[in-house]
């Protein structure tokens, strides 16, 4: 089966930096993507791992390590408009995509 | 391109009744998934399809259909609403199995 753990919750002051971590268990691996989603939207990606490193976008990067089924998601320079929930996705065997339960992630001033 | 697009955006059920939400991509992907979401919870994927008239089950499968006739419509079968099937439902489609899923809006359930 495939299964991934998040922290439920993290908040941070505007202008900081953020990480949020995501351990996976998957019989089958493609890659690991990351979602943000706001309240009453939908989901819309953010970022791609499909090889160990890092990956930056813009304000976000993503690592994955592979060996460790370990990814996690970095914020920069934090602003309001982050507050939001985020999901960690792993693509696995049948290109099934299972998604994590999602952390909530509160920017104060 | 519209994208993913989703109807209806809200609607009651009573128990026992049945319906059909649609999901359509004009962007001429071949994988097309269906995910429930629940207040507060992540993404739970009912089925999804790699291709025109292939589909197959996901984590939370029961209770629901799919067919995929075309490569544009994926839509997803209710029969028999139970009010566990209240949710927030998420269509998405993605041009290869592990790149970019992009999100229709979601239909609004709720089974009374």
């Known amino acids: 089966g495939q299964s991934l753990e998040q922290p439920s919750e993290v908040t941070a002051v505007e202008g900081a930096i953020v990480q949020i971590n995501c351990t996976y268990q998957t019989s089958g691996f493609y890659g690991l993507s990351w979602y943000q989603q706001h309240d009453g939207g939908a989901p819309t990606f953010l970022s791609y791992?499909?090889?160990?490193g890092l990956e930056e976008t813009g304000r976000f990067s993503s690592f994955l390590s592979r060996s460790d089924s370990y990814g996690y998601l970095l914020l920069q320079e934090l602003q309001m408009k982050d507050s939001a929930s985020y999901f960690c996705?792993?693509?696995?065997?049948?290109?099934?995509?299972?998604f994590g339960a999602g952390t909530r992630l509160f920017v104060k001033a | 391109n519209a994208g993913v697009t989703q109807t209806p955006k809200f609607r009651i059920l009573k128990i026992g009744q049945s319906m059909t939400l649609q999901c359509a991509q004009d962007?001429?992907?071949?994988?097309m998934y269906w995910y429930r979401q629940d207040p507060g919870m992540g993404l739970k994927l009912i089925y999804y399809?790699?291709?025109?008239?292939?589909?197959d089950k996901g984590e939370v499968p029961n209770g629901y259909n799919v067919s995929r006739s075309t490569t544009e419509d994926f839509p997803l079968r209710l029969e028999l609403a139970a009010p566990s099937q209240t949710s927030v439902y998420f269509c998405a489609s993605t041009a290869g199995g592990t790149d970019t899923q992009y999100f229709g809006p979601g239909t609004r359930l709720t089974v009374l």
């Open positions: 791992n499909g090889l160990d």
């Open positions: 962007m001429n992907h071949n994988y």
């Open positions: 399809s790699v291709g025109a008239g292939i589909t």
């Open positions: 996705a792993v693509s696995g065997g049948g290109f099934k995509t299972i």
